[in-house]
């Protein structure tokens, strides 16, 4: 028997005991859900993870969401004014929000979540740098003052991902960003159950009672978010083969992400159903690191992005044409801000014209690293296809393997490769939040301030800021497209094509329903 079939049985024999399932367990409405990754961190401010972010989704609540037609739309919010000269916004809390351990919620609260979360967001740093003043007016009320108008403010407050501003007590809230909150009280429609939490195994989730829902209907990430589970248990099973048995068997009830070569297996199972839940899907992005040599040089990261083929990336990664879309544009493909201007450079799989940029740019066999995650089908067969494709050109690739909260760690290390450092590695980003220049994590060129990666450069942040400040759709749309051609020029990253991730679920699994991710208010469960 070979060592992976050893351990995948292995782990299949100890799976009633790490999920624990009897018929008491599931005598409530219980959810037993597998996440895409592990949880490393409850802090939605402390990594750009998606399993993060839902987390986050979970327990906290949010001051404005994002409707189904990507608009803006009050949450916790009651209502706002704002002034004739655009500079002041005042905002009223709804009535009926409490925390977690029963304190209601203040405008307090408010003001220090913000003020935290507008240190590390790029948007909330665009809002920072022009307030001039955010104060509490009473308990339900306060107050943002602006020096110059900013007519994205409230497309900011509701931002869906990296960093979504979420909703903390004002004692947690004060934690510096640099420093991580380990604890978790929200106001949203599940609470955390600290007291259950398994590293690497299980978290769990209960009904908020309490939760005063909105009385419009749901809509994208907006309006009523109705919890009608009573617990949710997030089971950890890093093996793929291992989790569709478990589903397949009973043994849990969803699991997030099933990887494509999977489908079939799911598909000829009864009572099982899968479903691509995800608006736009997610896009494939390479990263490389530019702070290191050799891709500290234009030339060298060009030569890797005219070198790649989007095709050879979604056939080995996805494999069924139903499963992506080839997509030029940084920005998500169906999207108002997707466009082919700038793509000249990209994804021609030019392999000679590679060459040619590598010399250009004074390639002299430097060592290239690429991060892989050996636990994330998608990025791992990446890594290897990224691996294939540079040595083609002439690199001296090493690939090096380890797991996904390992990689998480190893990519904010800025260190030379002798010292732990990096080359390039794979992500994804929703196509609901690549979508926007607003939105996209991996975008700005800020040097230090912009994310593992470190693009530095004063053009791209200079049309980034004339977006922000464009008065119009026009004008923004205009703008979009002069940001992408400068990131591909600089290559900040490499998009790889659209992929339309499947969930798989059995059917006793009720009210299901399309968003930018999936949302848990609102799925029952008939047993």
Not at 493 to 509: A, E, F, H, K, S
């Amino acid at each position: 028997m070979e060592c992976g079939e050893f351990v995948r049985k292995a782990v299949a024999a100890l799976l009633p005991a790490i999920i624990g399932f009897s018929s008491s367990a599931l005598a409530a409405s219980t959810l037993k859900f597998v996440p895409s990754a592990d949880v490393q961190s409850v802090d939605p401010l402390s990594n750009t993870t998606t399993v993060t972010r839902n987390f986050g989704y979970l327990v906290f609540d949010t001051l404005f969401a994002m409707d189904a037609d990507m608009r803006p739309q009050p949450q916790m919010v009651k209502s706002y004014d704002l002034s004739a000269d655009g500079l002041t916004y005042a905002f009223t809390l709804r009535d009926g929000l409490k925390w977690h351990d029963g304190a209601p919620v203040k405008a307090e609260d408010c003001v220090a979540s913000l003020l935290r979360w507008w240190q590390k967001d790029q948007m909330g740093q665009r809002i920072k740098a022009r307030a001039v003043s955010l104060e509490t007016i009473d308990d339900k009320t306060f107050r943002l003052v602006l020096k110059e108008p900013f007519g994205l403010t409230i497309d900011a407050l509701a931002q869906m991902d990296v960093y979504v501003p979420f909703i903390m007590p004002k004692r947690i809230a004060e934690t510096p960003p640099s420093k991580v909150i380990n604890e978790v009280v929200g106001s949203g429609p599940f609470k955390f159950v600290a007291k259950e939490w398994q590293p690497g195994a299980k978290l769990v989730f209960e009904k908020n009672a309490d939760y005063v829902s909105r009385p419009e209907p749901m809509s994208g990430l907006s309006g009523g978010k109705t919890p009608k589970l009573d617990r949710i248990e997030w089971i950890i099973i890093k093996d793929p083969q291992t989790q569709v048995s478990a589903l397949a068997a009973g043994e849990i009830d969803m699991i997030e992400r099933v990887p494509f070569d999977l489908l079939p297996m799911i598909k000829e199972t009864p009572k099982l159903k899968i479903e691509a839940l995800s608006t736009y899907g997610d896009q494939l992005m390479l990263r490389m690191n530019h702070k290191m040599p050799p891709f500290d040089k234009q030339e060298v990261r060009q030569a890797v992005e005219i070198a790649q083929d989007q095709k050879t990336y979604m056939e080995a990664v996805v494999g069924a044409p139903d499963g992506y879309q080839l997509c030029n544009s940084i920005f998500t493909c169906g999207s108002g801000y997707a466009t082919e201007v700038g793509t000249q450079l990209l994804a021609k799989g030019d392999k000679a014209k590679a060459r040619e940029l590598l010399i250009k740019g004074g390639y002299a066999g430097q060592k290239v690293v690429i991060l892989q995650p050996t636990d994330n089908p998608i990025f791992s067969t990446a890594s290897l296809v990224a691996a294939q494709t540079l040595r083609q050109i002439g690199m001296n690739v090493e690939v090096q393997a380890m797991d996904w909260p390992t990689l998480q760690q190893r990519r904010a290390k800025d260190a030379p490769l002798d010292q732990g450092g990096w080359s390039l590695f794979f992500t994804s980003g929703p196509g609901v939040a690549i979508a926007s220049p607003l939105t996209n994590p991996l975008l700005p060129a800020s040097c230090e301030k912009a994310w593992a990666g470190w693009p530095c450069d004063s053009e791209a942040e200079r049309l980034m800021d004339a977006f922000v400040k464009a008065p119009g759709a026009a004008q923004r749309k205009e703008l979009a497209a002069a940001v992408q051609t400068r990131s591909l020029e600089i290559v900040t990253y490499i998009p790889l094509g659209q992929m339309n991730y499947t969930t798989g679920y059995r059917d006793v699994v009720k009210g299901v329903r399309k968003a930018a991710f999936f949302t848990f208010w609102g799925v029952s469960i008939d047993r």
